[in-house]
């Protein structure tokens, strides 16, 4: 099925240790993004991307980097996980940053760091 | 810097009630107005993309509508039922440095009573 897939569903991290969520989609969209979702904080932006070589950085990028290779993916890195990073963390693609088209989200992936 | 709200944070209403979710924005330069369910741990779907230049959108029993002027967005459930209860995001999209950004709202938690 068309989509953002995102992998894993769940993780559980000691405190310093590194990790990478992965985010794959099949649509061809030029934009994808990282979100953080936190209790009562709604949904916030992490990095994003708007083509193959080219990310920037959004409201919280602190302690994730990102890179973008091919269209596809669009993986996000954890240098040195710190219980305040625990959180839902979503991606998300767009087809175009033209007139806003519309994202479609992943189902997430639930990161405890302890 | 853009700024949405969703008021009530939580709603309980009857089985078979229509209902009305709000959104409001501080800044009417949009794109577009997307309206997104949430289930607990699961991610976002998608439910109306309303364009900056349409009034309205409609899915089954959902009607969405946009008042840009106005910075206010609705989304309209008729004949609500218990399979409606969920958490439903705003979000609007815009442009920021010549690219797209989307904030969201913190959400209205919706349960429908049997």
């Known amino acids: 099925n068309a989509g953002v897939t995102q992998t894993p569903k769940f993780q559980v991290l000691k405190t310093g240790q590194s990790m990478t969520l992965q985010c794959a989609q099949d649509?061809?969209?030029?934009?994808m993004s990282w979100y953080r979702q936190d209790p009562g904080m709604g949904l916030r932006l992490i990095h994003y991307?708007?083509?193959?070589?080219?990310?920037d950085q959004g409201e919280v990028p602190n302690g994730y980097n990102v890179s973008r290779s091919t269209t596809e993916d669009f993986p996000l890195r954890l240098l040195s996980a710190a219980p305040s990073q625990t959180s839902v963390y979503f991606c998300a693609s767009s087809y175009s940053r033209v007139d806003g088209a519309g994202y479609t989200f992943g189902s997430g992936t639930r990161l405890t760091v302890v | 810097k853009q700024e949405v709200t969703q008021i009530p944070a939580a709603l309980s209403v009857p089985e078979g009630e229509n209902l009305v979710l709000n959104c409001s924005f501080t800044?009417?330069?949009?794109?577009?107005l997307q309206w997104f369910r949430q289930d607990p741990g699961k991610g976002l779907t998608s439910l109306l993309l309303i364009q900056s230049s349409q009034r309205e959108q409609t899915s089954g029993r959902l009607n969405a509508s946009l008042d840009k002027s106005s910075g206010r967005s609705t989304l309209y459930i008729a004949a609500s039922q218990p399979g409606d209860s969920a958490t439903y995001l705003c979000?609007?999209?815009?442009?920021?440095?010549?690219?797209?950004?989307?904030?969201f709202g913190t959400g209205t938690r919706l349960t429908i009573i049997p």
């Open positions: 991307s708007v083509g193959a070589g080219i990310t």
């Open positions: 800044d009417s330069a949009i794109y577009n």
């Open positions: 649509m061809n969209h030029e934009y």
């Open positions: 979000a609007v999209s815009e442009e920021d440095f010549g690219n797209e950004k989307l904030t």
